[in-house]
């Protein structure tokens, strides 16, 4: 995209030290960059603060409920966008995704039922299974040809039983896979195989950075995915409105949906008033900033797997979607790489996090002037050791 046509300045530099920002105030009166929890630096697009702006201006903040052009809109997003033709029903709003990988830990199995995650993989699947008290199978998270994606026919083998829940994280967090049809279809035959329900955590799906890659909801290619899944969608990530706390779950088997809204019946909240004047405004007006963010992200990923990959002993595989970059450390001398970055100014989330501790994961949804920083303090760090 040429310079001239931009609309929106993702290079501004906004101060979040006083905003009580998690990510910011980790490192409170340190100088370390905090580039760890995944929400960017970049204020939301303009439709959403004004749409805020006059939301608020209304003063009064009574109960409220998502309106029907909400849904609407959502419907006809997943129309529009992957050919996926959902019913308002099917819809349920959350105030957060990490309530819904909860909830569907419990109500998509049975006691004694085994969850089969990822790992690495974004720390609430794990817990969500110690929450819910059921056995917990991990697959392995492999490289193949470049792309991270776990290894299902290894867990397979550790199954004792039918039935049970498949964790999918689809783009894949941390690593950025986007599955393929072919790889979504292979996880639909496992599923079936093994008799086992489906969450699949989408959250990343509007943040593809290579054109040639598209989306596939694991709900959409079929009517046995469709059936046996609940997805779990946000504009949070998309449109830089995670404070705000509006996710959705799609599901379309009645009788899981019925399942799932049992469980979280009087112990999770609704969704706040602003959180879907938010989510209205981003999926009705923000499709011009999302795509000017896509490609200001896309350079920042180029840039970090040149300076990243041109470091001794640190390998960053390429990232199709997210903005954020799992990054091996394993041929680095260090003890910890985490503490050793952080040492160094540079605040990244630990790769035990996730459940490797070789690694560590660096969110690049920052500006570029911060990301150079960033790297310019890893690579005096790297040069020290030689």
């Known amino acids: 995209m040429d310079a001239s046509t931009h609309q929106f300045d993702f290079d501004k530099e906004v101060d979040r030290t006083?905003?009580?920002?998690?990510?910011?105030?980790?490192?409170?009166?340190?100088?370390?960059?905090?580039?760890?929890?995944?929400?960017?630096?970049?204020?939301?697009?303009?439709?959403?603060?004004?749409?805020?702006?006059?939301?608020?201006?209304?003063?009064?903040?009574?109960?409220?409920?998502?309106?029907?052009?909400?849904?609407?809109?959502?419907?006809?997003?997943?129309?529009?966008?992957?050919?996926?033709?959902?019913?308002?029903?099917?819809?349920?709003?959350?105030?957060?995704?990490?309530?819904?990988?909860?909830?569907?830990?419990?109500a998509l199995t049975d006691e004694g039922q085994t969850i089969i995650s990822p790992s690495p993989i974004y720390p609430p699947f794990i817990s969500s299974a110690k929450f819910a008290e059921r056995p917990l199978v991990k697959a392995t998270v492999k490289l193949t040809d470049g792309r991270w994606m776990p290894d299902l026919e290894e867990a397979g083998e550790q199954l004792a039983g039918k039935g049970g829940l498949l964790q999918m994280c689809n783009p894949l967090n941390p690593g950025g896979?986007?599955?393929?049809?072919?790889?979504?279809?292979?996880?639909?035959?496992?599923?079936?195989?093994?008799?086992?329900?489906?969450?699949?955590?989408?959250?990343?799906?509007d943040l593809i950075l290579d054109g040639d890659k598209q989306h596939i909801p694991f709900a959409s290619i079929s009517e046995s995915a469709e059936q046996r899944s609940v997805t779990l969608m946000a504009p949070s990530k998309t449109f830089n409105i995670a404070g705000l706390g509006a996710s959705i779950a799609i599901i379309p088997n009645a009788k899981l949906r019925q399942r799932?809204?049992?469980?979280?019946?009087?112990?999770?909240?609704?969704?706040?008033?602003?959180?879907?004047?938010?989510?209205?405004?981003?999926?009705?007006?923000?499709?011009?900033?999302?795509?000017?963010?896509l490609c200001y992200l896309a350079g920042h990923r180029d840039y970090l797997m040149q300076e990243i990959n041109a470091l001794p002993g640190m390998k960053?595989?390429?990232?199709e979607a997210t903005y954020l970059a799992w990054i091996d450390c394993s041929e680095l001398p260090v003890d910890n790489a985490h503490r050793f970055f952080e040492e160094a100014g540079v605040g990244l989330s630990?790769?035990?996090?996730?459940?490797?501790?070789?690694?560590?994961?660096?969110?690049?949804?920052?500006?570029?002037?911060?990301?150079?920083?960033?790297?310019?303090?890893?690579?005096?760090?790297?040069?020290?050791?030689?």
Request: with cysteine; proline share 4%.
């Open 316 to 319: 960053l595989e390429h990232i």
């Open 260 to 293: 799932f809204s049992k469980i979280k019946r009087g112990i999770v909240p609704g969704v706040n008033m602003l959180a879907f004047t938010a989510a209205e405004a981003a999926y009705e007006h923000g499709e011009a900033w999302l795509q000017e963010q």
């Open 177 to 205: 896979t986007v599955y393929t049809r072919e790889e979504l279809e292979a996880t639909l035959v496992f599923a079936e195989k093994h008799d086992l329900f489906v969450c699949s955590d989408e959250i990343h799906c």
């Open 18 to 106: 006083k905003s009580h920002s998690d990510k910011w105030d980790k490192y409170k009166g340190q100088d370390i960059l905090p580039m760890w929890v995944a929400d960017s630096d970049f204020q939301s697009p303009p439709a959403v603060i004004e749409a805020l702006q006059e939301r608020v201006s209304h003063g009064v903040f009574g109960y409220t409920h998502a309106s029907d052009t909400l849904t609407e809109i959502f419907v006809a997003r997943m129309k529009s966008r992957y050919n996926w033709d959902i019913q308002p029903e099917w819809v349920v709003y959350l105030p957060g995704l990490v309530c819904g990988l909860n909830i569907a830990a419990r």
């Open 350 to 386: 630990p790769g035990l996090d996730f459940g490797n501790r070789k690694f560590v994961r660096l969110n690049f949804g920052c500006t570029r002037k911060t990301l150079e920083e960033a790297v310019r303090r890893m690579k005096a760090a790297v040069s020290s050791l030689a």
